[in-house]
């Protein structure tokens, strides 16, 4: 009855109006001050994410800095041969080796000049943000992309005049018959079964790996489709039929890449994340080995060894350094004893031969580069090459002179020009972004 007599009157009529246009406004007010929170918060982490990207770009030009001016000191050293001797290999490397963050922070322990210093440039510096940028050696890596056939660098194999078949042997074999797809086989195997010594889970999960069907694996993906006989594993090429994937047919240009290999887990990509590559530069720093790269250097070295040598070359209180091969080859031979000088001389002739060099000025860096704006963070990492000058000098045979004298000539030539052999400017030729 009450509800009634509102509607015949017209005042109770106008209000039911108001109160519903006054509820019908609420709600879109709600959903604009909603929306409205929700784009500004889009917008503040849009520029956050902007922000951060910069501070990760400007980390990599950071860090291509550092780079070209180890490029320019090592370069002048080599000129240079006094201020060589006078200049330690680890000195020259703290140039790109140390990693810069910022805001710099400073410890506990840090003088109150230092403190001061800090303090003043942080105020004048017009950075927002934080930083972090580290560049590491990756040379010591062996290059996966060996295992590959080329037609274009092999004309036995593109006219058929050689098989192709995929037979590893011991790159322990001082025959010389080995290869770098030996060593590459030889650290694969060693690396799985340390990890399933170690890893009982690892172990169980993966107790059928088989080293040589991994690798047949890559090669079948990336060897030349001319190539791509009855050479290769069979059971490997219906795998890849079965699972309907084209191979490459050409070298892995990322590390990425190997995610997409069939027989290839990611657990296991991730065990040799830091021991292969897919970049032809093959230096490894004896000061930067690990357990299993001496171990694939040093076959007959024993655990009790192995703790020693790394005594000896990491002590904190007297470090020694390996800067050349000379260096290593003593204490392996004289002050570790592991091995006689005529076995050691056998055994890395061998490795040279495989391509493999020695040496303490790597060319290859990684640098990643991690900028941080209030809650976004955005990561780069480059690979970068510094390839070098090489300035091979042949000299003909000239009338009258011996060919054992030529050779001779030719010989000390190429050392020379592979001792003073300059980089150049450094490139990028790889870049991630996580």
């Known amino acids: 009855m009450g509800i009634k007599k509102i509607l015949q009157n017209e005042s109770g009529i106008a209000l039911m109006m108001v109160m519903t246009a006054m509820i019908l406004l609420m709600a879109i007010w709600g959903e604009f001050t909603f929306e409205s929170k929700i784009s500004r918060i889009k917008t503040v982490n849009i520029l956050d994410k902007a922000q951060s990207k910069l501070l990760a770009e400007s980390g990599v030009q950071m860090a291509m800095a550092r780079l070209r001016l180890y490029k320019e000191a090592h370069n002048y050293l080599e000129n240079n041969k006094t201020a060589k001797d006078a200049v330690p290999t680890q000195l020259l490397n703290q140039l790109w080796e140390v990693p810069y963050i910022f805001p710099i922070p400073a410890g506990k322990d840090a003088s109150r000049t230092f403190k001061d210093a800090v303090e003043k440039f942080q105020e004048e510096s017009i950075i927002e943000g934080e930083m972090r940028v580290t560049i590491q050696n990756i040379s010591n890596r062996l290059n996966l992309?060996?295992?590959?056939?080329?037609?274009?660098?092999?004309?036995?194999?593109?006219?058929?005049?050689?098989?192709a078949n995929f037979?590893?042997?011991?790159?322990?074999?001082?025959?010389?018959?080995?290869?770098?797809?030996?060593?590459?086989?030889?650290?694969?195997?060693?690396?799985?079964?340390?990890?399933?010594?170690?890893?009982?889970?690892?172990?169980?999960?993966?107790?059928?790996?088989?080293?040589?069907?991994?690798?047949?694996?890559?090669?079948?993906?990336?060897?030349?489709?001319?190539?791509?006989?009855n050479d290769i594993n069979p059971d490997v090429v219906s795998e890849f039929e079965t699972?309907?994937?084209?191979?490459?047919?050409?070298?892995?240009?990322?590390?990425?890449?190997?995610?997409?290999?069939?027989?290839?887990p990611d657990e296991l990509i991730d065990l040799i994340g830091q021991e292969f590559s897919i970049y032809p530069n093959n230096i490894i720093d004896l000061n930067k080995i690990n357990k299993s790269m001496l171990k694939l250097l040093i076959p007959q070295i024993d655990d009790a060894q192995i703790t020693d040598f790394f005594e000896y070359r990491d002590n904190p209180d007297q470090p020694r350094y390996f800067n050349t091969l000379e260096d290593f080859r003593k204490y392996i031979t004289q002050v570790g004893r592991v091995m006689s000088e005529t076995v050691f001389d056998q055994r890395f002739e061998v490795l040279q031969k495989l391509g493999i060099e020695f040496g303490a000025s790597p060319q290859m860096f990684k640098i990643t580069s991690e900028g941080i704006f209030n809650r976004s963070t955005y990561t780069l990492i480059a690979t970068v090459y510094l390839p070098k000058e090489q300035k091979a000098q042949t000299q003909s045979q000239g009338q009258g002179q011996s060919?054992?004298?030529?050779?001779?000539?030719?010989?000390?030539?190429?050392?020379?020009?592979?001792?003073?052999?300059?980089?150049?400017?450094?490139?990028?030729?790889?870049?991630?972004?996580?």
């Open 145 to 163: 992309n060996v295992l590959r056939y080329d037609v274009m660098k092999d004309n036995k194999l593109a006219t058929g005049e050689e098989s």
């Open 167 to 229: 037979t590893l042997r011991s790159p322990n074999d001082t025959s010389g018959n080995a290869t770098m797809p030996d060593a590459i086989f030889a650290h694969l195997t060693k690396l799985i079964t340390d990890k399933k010594e170690e890893d009982e889970a690892f172990a169980d999960k993966y107790s059928r790996l088989d080293p040589e069907a991994l690798l047949a694996y890559i090669q079948h993906f990336t060897s030349d489709k001319a190539v791509q006989r």
């Open 243 to 264: 699972l309907d994937i084209t191979p490459k047919f050409g070298p892995l240009t990322s590390q990425s890449e190997l995610y997409m290999m069939p027989g290839w």
């Open 403 to 434: 060919q054992t004298q030529t050779q001779t000539q030719t010989q000390t030539q190429t050392q020379t020009s592979k001792q003073n052999a300059l980089l150049l400017e450094p490139r990028i030729i790889e870049i991630q972004v996580n």
